[in-house]
Every structure is written in C-alpha cells, then in structure tokens.
C-alpha cells in the first residue's frame, strides 16, 4: 500500500542547531506540503512542493527551507532552531491541488 | 474575514445523538471540500469529500454542501464515544492553490 512517513517521530534539540525533518511518500504524487499544528492555531502551511525543483512559501515560512530532488521526498530544514518553532510537524501529500491530502504520523520537535 | 471557519467547541453530544459540524468558506468559487478527523495526538485522517451541492453520505457521516450559502456541514449519526476527536474542514479555495484548513471543532461524544 502507498504511504506517507515521516522521520524521526519525536526530537530534542537545542537552540540554534541545524534540524532536518524527512519526508517520504509512495503514492507518486506531485504536490507535497509541510504544515505545523500548535495549540489554538490548527494547521499552519509551512513550504510546500507541486514538483521536482519547485518550492514555495506557505503561511509560516520564516526559518524554514525546503527542496525537491525526486517526486518521493521533501526534507523540511530548519537553519537555526529557536524555541518559537518547538512543534508537531506533518507532511502530506496529494496528486493535485482539489484533491484530498494524505498526512503522515508527524514529527513531535522539541527545542530547548 | 478568514478563508475557511469553524466554531471551535468543544460540541458536546450525548451517545446516540447527531452530532453536527458546520464550516463556512469566504470564496464563492471554491470547488472542493473535505472533512478531517484528528483524533489527540494523531495526524489527520480524511473521512469525507464532496465537489457538488446536495448531501453525500458514507456509513454514519453525510456531508452536506451550499455552495450558495457557502458552508459545508458533516453530520454523524449514531454518534459513538470514539468518534470524540477534532474535525478538520479543508477547502480547495480557488485554483492550482493549496487546501485552507479550517481550525477545528472538538467533538466530545458523552456516553
């Protein structure tokens, strides 16, 4: 069956550091899209992709980067861990942009 | 005004009940609408998806769309305790655009 996995599932880090939060999807679909979810703001578009070597800037990119090398992966950055971005953060990913988003389980990022 | 509402809740429902959950959309020519359910500390699952005016229904969930009125409604029937969780509306609001996702309502089914 075709899926979404995110990697790792739960992180601790410290301020400042480099983070990377991997994303990868079977379904062969085009569009891929980071948000993050916090208390009393839902889902937060992040970056998001509609094909190889193409990026663009959601809602909430300050900090953040992205890149597409292949249809399966989109790597969220983070160039300098500051405390503000502590987060659960989840990829999805769809075949275009009227259809529904498949999530992944998300990444629980901690940074102290 | 925001691109996609909900109200919050939480929206309480005694077991057995209907449960309903409306989301309204700021953009006349949005074309796609799917409901999502969260359960806490869980990705979001997609349960229910409709593109044309009138009721769509699936199991115990039917979807409800007034493209005039601009809201999309997700009915539960028979609510059931572990249908507690939050439910995400998302709107496809105009063209080759990501989805807007509404912020949620918490529905706690009371047994």
């Known amino acids: 069956d075709a899926e979404i996995t995110q990697s790792p599932r739960h992180k601790i880090t410290e301020t400042g550091r480099q983070v990377t939060l991997a994303c990868h999807q079977t379904?062969?679909?085009?569009?891929m899209f980071w948000y993050r979810q916090d208390l009393g703001h839902g889902l937060r578009l992040i970056h998001y992709?509609?094909?190889?070597?193409?990026?663009n800037k959601g809602e909430v990119s300050d900090g953040y980067s992205v890149s597409r090398s292949n249809t399966e992966d989109l790597p969220l950055t983070l160039e300098s861990a500051a405390s503000s971005q502590t987060s659960v953060y989840f990829c999805?990913?769809?075949?275009?942009?009227?259809?529904?988003?498949?999530f992944g389980d998300g990444t629980r990022l901690s940074i102290l | 005004q925001k691109e996609v509402e909900q109200n919050s809740g939480p929206l309480s429902v005694p077991e057995g009940a209907i449960a309903s959950l409306n989301c309204t959309y700021s953009?006349?020519?949005?074309?796609?609408f799917f409901w999502y359910r969260q359960y806490s500390g869980k990705s979001p699952e997609l349960i229910m998806s409709?593109?044309?005016?009138g009721d769509k229904e699936d199991g115990r969930f039917t979807a409800q769309l007034n493209k005039a009125s601009q809201y999309v409604s997700l009915l539960i029937r028979d609510s059931q305790p572990s249908d507690s969780a939050t439910y995400l509306c998302?709107?496809?609001?105009?063209?080759?655009?990501?989805?807007?996702f509404g912020k949620g309502t918490r529905l706690s089914v009371i047994a």
């Open positions: 999805a990913s769809s075949e275009f942009s009227n259809q529904p988003q498949h």
């Open positions: 379904w062969n679909h085009n569009n």
């Open positions: 992709s509609y094909g190889v070597q193409d990026t």
């Open positions: 953009d006349r020519v949005s074309q796609s």
């Open positions: 409709i593109y044309s005016n």
């Open positions: 998302a709107v496809n609001i105009r063209g080759n655009t990501p989805l807007v």
